[in-house]
């Protein structure tokens, strides 16, 4: 039986009109053999949660560079669960001050990468975390 690809939704909640990183981490998933459902510029926490829903995504990734982390994400945790997604996994990559995220992990995201983090690293924490082996 073939393995089930990982299906990835990256997504720019917010304002934020820059998607030069979220297009590069979509082509690095979609290269290393994932599913990816890239939603577009200024998404709201409820269109994230519903193309999850629609989409049945193992994981949510959001590119944030505008300082709303804090109001965003915990909007978008709160509907993924509201939809019975608790195990869908939340990634965020873009401007996130150190200071932020612990708090963010206690919310439930599963990792946070700043500008210029390798995708094979990304690669390799998605792949761990959907198949339950994430530290």
Known sequence: ???EKIRVIVAKPGLDGHDRGAKVVAR???DAGMEVIYTGLRQ????I????LQEDAHVVGLSILSGAHMALVPRILELLKANGQENVRVFIGGIVP???VPRLKELGVTGVY????PTDQIIRDIRAAVSGKAG
């Open 1 to 3: 039986m073939a393995e």
């Open 28 to 30: 690095a998933l979609r």
């Open 49 to 52: 949660a519903e193309a999850a």
């Open 114 to 117: 700043g500008p210029g983090a």
């Open 44 to 47: 709201t926490p409820e269109m």
């Open 98 to 100: 150190d200071e932020d």
